[in-house]
Nanobody, 112 residues
């Protein structure tokens, strides 16, 4: 089993920045990929970005150039640095690890 604990959501004005963190614990030695998904009201959950423990990254087109995903292997923690935030980024953000593990979600609201 893998447990994922997220932190860092909140309310930010358009153009602002936030950093999300997700710490993995439990049976993590088999993990290779972690990432972030988001779900806005009335919409399906979508991939935001993911990263392998080797550092290979993948981003949704809508966040390229604005969001950066990174990983601290020793801490088993993945980060999502979000910049130039837009109201359309408002959603619940979920951490995900391969094998179908999900965090509890953290709300990000972009509003003036």
């Amino acid at each position: 089993q893998v447990q994922l604990v997220e932190s860092g959501g909140g309310l930010v004005q358009p153009g602002g920045s936030l950093r999300l963190s997700c710490a993995a614990s439990g049976t993590i030695f088999r993990l290779n990929t972690m990432g972030w998904y988001r779900q806005a009201p009335g919409k399906e959950r979508e991939l935001v970005a993911d990263i392998t423990f080797g550092g290979r990254t993948n981003y949704a087109d809508s966040v390229k150039g604005r969001f950066t995903i990174s990983i601290h292997n020793a801490r088993n923690t993945v980060y999502l640095q979000m910049s130039s935030l837009e109201p359309g980024d408002t959603a619940v953000y979920y951490c995900h690890a391969q094998g179908g593990y999900w965090g509890q979600g953290t709300q990000v609201t972009v509003s003036s």
